[in-house]
C-alpha cells in the first residue's frame, strides 16, 4: 500500500505565499516522478509542475517565475512553494505521483486526497 498525505493549503491573500508538502510512504522502492496538479470548482484538473528523481522540472504557464518545486528524495517528499499568488491560484490541489513498489516490477500512479489553497482579493 502507498499513500500521499499532502499539507499545506489553506487561505491567504493575494500576493501571498504558501508551501506545500506532500509526503509518499509505503512499500516504495523508487519514485520516478512527483508533482502537483490542481482542480478548481467547475474546471478540469490540470498540471501544475513536475519533478523527477533526478531533478528536472515542469511548469505551467500559469504559475512559471511564481512557483517552485522541489524534492527530498530520502524523505520521499515533494514541495510547492507559491508565492505571488493571485485569486486564480484558488483550488484544491493533489500530489501525484509515479511509484514502483517492491510487488511491482513498473511504475503505478497515485493520488493524494488534495488540500485546498484559497487566494482572496
Known amino acids: 500500500q502507498v499513500q500521499l498525505v499532502e499539507s499545506g493549503g489553506g487561505l491567504v491573500q493575494a500576493g501571498g505565499s504558501l508551501r506545500l508538502s506532500c509526503a509518499a510512504s509505503?512499500?516504495?522502492?523508487?519514485?520516478?516522478?512527483m508533482g502537483w496538479y490542481r482542480q478548481a470548482p467547475g474546471k478540469q484538473r490540470e498540471l501544475v509542475a513536475t519533478i523527477t528523481s533526478g531533478g528536472s522540472t515542469n511548469y505551467a504557464d500559469s504559475v512559471k517565475g511564481r512557483f517552485t518545486i522541489s524534492r527530498d528524495n530520502a524523505k520521499n517528499t515533494v514541495y510547492l512553494q507559491m508565492t505571488s499568488l493571485k485569486p486564480e491560484d484558488t483550488a484544491v490541489y493533489y500530489c501525484?505521483?509515479?511509484?514502483?513498489?517492491?510487488?511491482?516490477?513498473?511504475?503505478?500512479?497515485?493520488w493524494g486526497q488534495g488540500t485546498q489553497v484559497t487566494v482572496s482579493s
Open positions: 509505503g512499500s516504495i522502492v523508487s519514485i520516478i516522478r
Open positions: 501525484n505521483a509515479d511509484i514502483v513498489r517492491h510487488t511491482t516490477l513498473f511504475p503505478n500512479n497515485y
